[in-house]
């Protein structure tokens, strides 16, 4: 289904594309979209799953990894905390 009419992609679904591009700026715009773009074609008939699965996985990608990334950052500062409290119990 495509907004006012006809796709300019030629049949593909609109937020299957869409999908794919949000996935790498916001992960989770992106994979909302690509689950909205899978149940229209389906229903539909549009060309565009593809690339609505690959807005799915992009974004799950990059979501995990952004995960990761907040993680490692938390437990760097975490061990950075208790460096410093350890330094300040050394004789002097």
Known sequence: MSI??????GGVNIYAVVSLFASVLFAPVGIA???VALR???RSGERGRELA???I???V???ILG?????F?????????NMVSDLSQLPR
Request: proline letters at 3%.
């Open 33 to 35: 979209l690509g689950i």
């Open 53 to 55: 699965i690959a807005g």
């Open 40 to 42: 229209q074609i389906k």
């Open 67 to 71: 995960l990761i990334v907040i993680g």
């Open 57 to 59: 996985w992009i974004g």
């Open 4 to 9: 006012g009419g006809t796709s300019p992609f």
């Open 73 to 81: 950052a938390a437990l760097m500062i975490f061990l950075s905390f």
């Open 61 to 63: 990608g990059i979501l």
